[in-house]
């Protein structure tokens, strides 16, 4: 079955430095992945999308990378912030980019 | 826009009560998803909307869950009657599918249900 892997620990890290989390899949042959921020008591909101035949994407300080050999994406923050700490949640699509299943969703803690 | 609309924001009934969720998606989307999100689970995805016609409700739990999207601009989530295990936070989200649009999905605040 169809199954997507994040650390299901949290990820401490000190202010200004890079946080990397990891999403892996398998059984799947996902058309595009998108990452997502929670924070409590709200809903996920969209941060990138990146489709299989890109291997990275930029917005700001964000950074994601996609190996559809090794079936996995990375996303990372450069110069961490406090204000970043939230969970963050991947979403392997299909070819229509319609179905949105998650994954569990790493918690990420920046300390000041 | 106002974003994804949900309604209630709270909701507290008794184990065996009916129970509907309320959803507006965004105006001109035409996708929508109920999802169910729980410690134990995670986000789990209930069941899809295309164009206001189920595409797959494999996530539904059981014969209890229900939903419709009688037109673009509403859909309903309701439970059957009610059980305690069915408390959660439930999430209606929207996105215009492809061809021609991004795929990205626009989260509701979400519903947070409890059954006591």
């Known amino acids: 079955s169809q199954k997507i892997e994040q650390n299901s620990e949290a990820l401490n890290i000190q202010e200004g430095k890079t946080a990397t989390l990891t999403c892996n899949y398998t059984?799947?042959?996902?058309?595009?992945l998108q990452w997502y921020r929670q924070d409590p008591g709200r809903g996920p909101v969209f941060l990138l999308l990146?489709?299989?035949?890109?291997k990275e994407k930029r917005k700001e300080r964000l950074k994601v990378t996609f190996d559809t050999t090794l079936k996995q994406s990375l996303f990372h923050i450069t110069a961490s912030q406090p204000a970043d700490s939230a969970t963050y949640l991947c979403?392997?699509?299909?070819?229509?980019?319609?179905?949105?299943?998650f994954g569990g969703g790493t918690r990420l803690m920046v300390k000041p | 826009d106002a974003g994804v609309i949900q309604s209630p924001r709270h909701e507290v009934t008794e184990m065996g009560q009916e129970v509907t969720l309320r959803c507006k998606p965004i105006s001109g989307h035409n996708s929508l998803f109920w999802y169910r999100q729980t410690m134990m689970r995670g986000l789990e995805l209930l069941i899809y909307?295309?164009?206001?016609?189920?595409?797959?409700d494999s996530g539904m739990p059981e014969d209890r869950f229900s939903a419709k999207m009688p037109n673009a601009s509403f859909s309903t989530l309701k439970i059957q009657p009610s059980e305690p295990r069915d408390s959660a936070v439930y999430f209606c989200?929207?996105?215009?599918?492809?061809?021609?649009?991004?795929?990205?999905?626009?989260f509701g605040q979400g519903t947070r249900l409890t059954v006591v």
């Open positions: 989200a929207s996105s215009l599918a492809p061809p021609g649009g991004r795929t990205e999905a626009f």
């Open positions: 979403a392997p699509s299909d070819n229509a980019g319609n179905m949105l299943t």
């Open positions: 990146i489709r299989e035949n890109e």
């Open positions: 059984n799947y042959s996902p058309a595009y």
């Open positions: 909307f295309n164009n206001n016609v189920p595409i797959d």
